[in-house]
């Protein structure tokens, strides 16, 4: 860790002399090794809470069932029919927003130096889900790279939408490429998201290679 920590910081000198960032095949290798190590940190609790169990031994074991049977648990802990109690699932989520800040800081230097370590960068797309578990911050100032690299096919159209839908529901705006559904607080029936304009929302979709958005609701006083 000190040894790249060391490279990055030589290479950002490098950089704001050049403008211009060598990755070598050794700081590549390095750098797919700290991604690596940053999504085993991102999942630590996660699969405590998706399983809704907290002992490792059953934990190895769940992870190992058909994905249909993993899927069904994971449904059934969404809904709370099935899993933590909301106390354990409290502390639990604790201490994953720590190791989610400690992440969120290491990608961003990370980013800053090299730009966005896609699969293409070093061989791995693993950092892909990240931005999604971070910060209101994270997501604003890193949306326009995140966006530029999708559209270079470099990482999912999924995650960067996802990405950014997830930053607007958090800051109480619309959806702009309807990633998630909205559940009826009264029925508890899931609804189609609900979007301003749907066709500046395909627009924005195809540029970053999504089909057209079919399921969807339209805000108040829009045709």
């Not at 961003?108 to 797309?125: E, H, L, M």
């Not at 971070?134 to 990482?155: E, P, V, W």
Request: hydrophobic fraction near 35%; aromatic fraction near 8%.
């Amino acid at each position: 860790m000190r040894h790249l920590l060391l490279i990055l910081g030589f290479i950002t000198i490098i950089s704001s002399c050049k403008n211009k960032i060598v990755i070598t095949e050794q700081i590549k290798s390095r750098l797919k090794n700290e991604i690596s190590n940053i999504m085993i940190l991102d999942q630590k609790y996660r699969w405590q809470i998706m399983y809704g169990e907290v002992n490792e031994i059953k934990l190895d074991s769940l992870k190992r069932l058909p994905d249909s049977i993993r899927y069904a648990i994971f449904a059934k802990n969404f809904t709370k029919d099935y899993g933590l109690t909301k106390k354990q699932s409290d502390s639990i989520w604790i201490l994953q927003n720590k190791l989610d800040s400690l992440n969120e800081i290491r990608l961003s230097q990370i980013i800053d130096s090299f730009g966005w370590p896609s699969a293409k960068v070093i061989g791995s797309d693993d950092a892909d889900v990240l931005p999604l578990h971070f910060s209101k911050g994270f997501k604003n100032k890193y949306y326009q790279i995140l966006l530029q690299t999708a559209k270079d096919k470099d990482i999912s159209p999924d995650i960067v939408a996802q990405m950014y839908d997830r930053l607007m529901i958090d800051l109480h705006k619309q959806q702009v490429y309807g990633s998630f559904e909205d559940k009826d607080s009264i029925t508890g029936n899931i609804l189609p998201p609900m979007i301003d304009d749907i066709n500046l929302t395909n627009k924005l979709r195809h540029e970053i290679g999504l089909d057209s958005l079919k399921d969807y609701r339209l805000t108040k006083n829009k045709k």
